[in-house]
């Protein structure tokens, strides 16, 4: 059973262009998660989805940034425009639909905006 | 936002000795406790977790415990080994149930 899955682990963008993320959740796992993490900091949540639905979007910067988790395919981190400020870890997390809080990490993708 | 308070920052002990972390939490919806483990690079691990209707629970060499009325928590690692070492986070359950709150970590290196 594969775990959850992120790519690409490494992204480079510089100011101003699109960064796109991607997250495939364990497979039976009908949640999942965001969170952004700040060099020596803790994790912070940014969006919580199920299929086709925005759950808790609280997290999330009002501009720039959108989350979307489609009938079909991998949930997608977008965020536009993108500012040296945003250059962080972004880890994705998914449940399985009993046991909401119990959240498992994928590898994390990590983005440097020059 | 609610807090989740973690000390300490960094910890150092020998191998064999016992490392203990300690988090505060000021959410009182919050009802969930888990504990992840990071390696450097790594993908966070989940390594334990405790629900509020529970005091302690253990895993062989790691336990935690639960304190709901003080509002904390604390993660008990014992003959701690060179692969114990890595940064360790607390979290907490929101008042919406699913989103986490982290602490900030410990950085917990054990020396042979």
């Known amino acids: 059973n594969a775990g959850v899955m992120q790519n690409p682990r490494h992204l480079v963008r510089r100011r101003g262009q699109e960064a796109r993320l991607r997250c495939s959740p364990m497979k039976g796992h009908s949640h999942v998660y965001w969170y952004r993490q700040l060099p020596e900091e803790g994790l912070k949540f940014m969006v919580y989805l199920q299929k086709e639905n925005i759950i808790d979007e609280s997290g999330m910067p009002k501009e720039r940034f959108s989350a979307e988790f489609p009938k079909e395919g991998p949930s997608i981190l977008r965020i536009q425009q993108v500012v040296r400020g945003d250059s962080a870890a972004y880890f994705c997390a998914s449940s399985p639909p009993t046991v909401q809080e119990t959240q498992y990490f994928g590898p994390g993708t990590r983005l440097l905006v020059l | 936002g609610e807090n989740v308070e973690q000390h300490p920052s960094t910890l150092s002990v020998q191998e064999g000795d016992s490392a203990v972390i300690k988090c505060t939490y000021s959410d009182s919806a919050s009802n969930y406790f888990p504990w992840y483990k990071q390696e450097l690079g790594k993908r966070p691990q989940l390594i334990i977790d405790?629900?509020?209707?529970?005091g302690e629970k253990k895993d062989q060499r790691i336990a935690v415990t639960l304190n709901k009325t003080a509002k904390h928590f604390s993660l008990h690692i014992t003959e701690t080994q060179p692969e114990d070492s890595a940064v360790y986070f607390c979290?907490?359950?929101?008042?919406?149930?699913?989103?986490?709150?982290f602490g900030k970590g410990t950085s917990l290196l054990v020396t042979p």
């Open positions: 979290a907490a359950s929101t008042n919406s149930g699913y989103a986490l709150n």
């Open positions: 405790i629900r509020s209707n529970v």
